[in-house]
Every structure is written in structure tokens, then in C-alpha cells.
């Protein structure tokens, strides 16, 4: 649903180019959209209505797009229905009314718990405004999700943890953590352009958020999501940013390599099940070059008893 209900725009929000779409769905289009999904039965299902800010559309438009997917609810073909939306547009008359119709999760897009960093993305919205959602959305028994980006303008990596450990405090059920691309179109690009903003890479992105992950887990919160779904139209519209096709994959590369860090220099033998050898080794054994440097001396033995992404280190 790109740009729907959306009362500003941010920084770096292009929805036709995130999502890949200009036309709005309406009721066919979620019919077909599950039925398709649903001829294959190895799955469990939610329906998602994500793009623009869901809570703030009009509510006629609202309550025929829940309506095409509560049937699918009320008939046990789907599980649930989740939307995503703006802290600022949750109230408890939007709560009911997701509440008649099947909604069981709702994600805001929070993105930073940092006024400073908020007013210059020009959110519209205050960390307040995020803290009084999320907790009026639990009190409703809806599952919370909570977005949130890094590398934004005016933002740094102190800010960053910071922003994690604020929305660790709001105790959501499931968190989705994406690096900012700067896309042609929009106010980001703009001061790209100018020189006045220097995104973070896919690197150094994937260094920030190895380093927020082990934070959500140790406090039990699910990561849901680690950079954003690869597209023909944000590779052909993207100026620079932390875009990696495989980006997780590149969080996890990093956490491998932060715990053989945490030993001193010297000889080691990692012990790791062969599925995350090449995670290990990293990008174009980028891993292995660095450990060199720094004095670090290892034998890789693979041990399929070890669950993926474990390593075990003598």
C-alpha cells in the first residue's frame, strides 16, 4: 500500500520503489493475493497490509481491505491479520476497530527513539508518541512489532544503541531492523547529493547491527526482519546506504566474528557446522584477512553437531 495515509513525508521514504508498486489493492487483489499464497499447504499464514500507514487511511477503504481478510481468518485458511503504521495514528477508536476485524499484530514503523534524529527525517512524530502507542497496543492484546532503522540522518551508532535499548524497554514481541538506503526522490538523496550526509555502507551497517542483535536477543525479543527485501526497483533507484542483497547474512558473518574477538591474539581452532564455513570465512574472506591482521591464527574444523551459527572455540 505505497504512501497510503502517510500525513508527511520522511526523509527517506519512496514507497513505489520499496514496494515495487503504484496501484492500491482493494478487495480482489487480497483475494487473489491469498489464494495464490495458499496453494501452498506446507505454510502457516498472516495477511499483511504494510507500505503506508494502515491506521490512517480512510476508514471506509480500512474496513473493506480487513473485511476481504477476515474471512480468511474466520475460515482457519490464515492465522491472523498484521498491519503496519505510524506511532501517531493509534488511538483507541483504530484499536476497535482492528480488534473487530482480526488483527493480531501491529508494527509501528518507530525507526528512532532520538527526538533530534526524528525531527531531522522528518517523521512527524516524537519518541513519546512511540512509547504511548506501543503501550496502548499491548493493552489491547495485540502482538507488538516495533521497526527501526540506523544510519538515519544525524544519527550515529551511540544514538543507535541507545534507540534499541529505548525500544527493548516497550517489551515488543518482534523487532525488524533496517539500514537506510538513500533512493532517488527523496530528501535524503537530496542531501547525499549536497554532501551533507554520508550513509553508512552495507559494512559498516552490518557492524551496527551485529552489534544491536545480541541486544533483542538476551532481552527475548524475535528479529523478524534484518535489511530490507531485495528489488529490481531499489537496486535501480538506489544512490548509496546499507543495501546488501543478503544482508542478514552479512549481520551474522560480523557476530562470528566479533566472538573470536573476544579472545586475544593467537592460535585457535573454530569448530562450526559446515553450513556457516562461508559465513565464517566472510564476504570474500574478508573475516580471515582481518583476523590475520590482528594476530589471530585459525583452523576452521567443521562439527555438524553444532547448531548453525554456533562455533565452539579452543
Do not use: W
Amino acid at each position: 500500500m505505497p504512501h497510503q495515509g502517510c500525513p508527511c513525508a520522511c526523509s527517506f521514504c519512496n514507497q513505489k520503489t520499496i514496494t515495487g508498486q503504484s496501484d492500491l489493492p482493494h478487495t480482489a487483489d487480497v483475494d487473489k493475493a491469498v489464494k495464490t499464497a495458499l496453494k501452498k499447504k506446507e505454510y502457516r499464514y498472516e495477511i499483511a497490509f504494510f507500505g503506508g500507514s494502515f491506521t490512517a487511511i480512510d476508514r471506509e477503504y480500512m474496513i473493506e481491505l480487513l473485511s476481504a481478510a477476515y474471512a480468511y481468518v474466520k475460515g482457519g485458511q490464515v492465522d491472523g491479520i498484521r498491519i503496519s503504521t505510524r506511532p501517531d495514528c493509534i488511538d483507541d477508536e483504530v484499536l476497535d476497530i482492528l480488534k473487530k476485524y482480526g488483527v493480531t499484530s501491529v508494527e509501528l514503523g518507530a525507526q528512532s527513539m532520538d527526538d533530534e534524529v526524528l525531527e531531522a527525517n522528518r517523521r512527524g512524530h516524537i519518541s513519546r508518541d512511540i512509547i504511548e502507542a506501543s503501550a496502548l497496543i499491548k493493552s489491547y492484546g495485540f502482538e507488538l512489532g516495533l521497526q527501526m532503522m540506523t544510519g538515519l540522518y544525524k544519527d550515529t551508532f551511540e544514538k543507535s544503541l541507545e534507540t534499541a535499548k529505548g525500544l527493548i524497554g516497550l517489551n515488543p514481541d518482534t523487532v525488524r531492523i533496517y539500514p537506510t538506503v538513500v533512493l532517488r526522490g527523496t530528501y535524503l538523496a537530496e542531501l547525499y547529493k549536497k554532501d551533507m550526509y554520508k550513509p553508512l555502507n552495507a559494512d559498516e551497517s552490518a557492524e551496527l547491527c551485529a552489534r544491536l542483535v545480541p541486544l533483542f536477543e538476551q532481552a527475548g525479543i524475535r528479529i523478524i526482519r534484518l535489511g530490507l527485501h531485495s528489488s529490481k526497483e531499489i537496486k535501480e533507484n538506489m544512490l548509496a546506504g546499507g543495501f546488501h542483497d543478503s544482508f542478514g547474512e552479512l549481520v551474522k558473518s560480523r557476530l562470528m566474528l566479533n566472538k573470536i574477538l573476544e579472545y586475544p591474539p593467537g592460535d585457535y581452532q573454530i569448530f562450526v557446522n559446515s553450513r556457516s564455513v562461508s559465513k565464517l570465512k566472510g564476504n570474500s574472506k574478508s573475516n580471515l584477512y582481518l583476523l590475520m591482521e590482528r594476530g589471530y591464527n585459525i583452523k576452521i574444523i567443521t562439527d555438524n553437531g553444532l547448531a548453525v551459527d554456533e562455533l565452539r572455540i579452543k
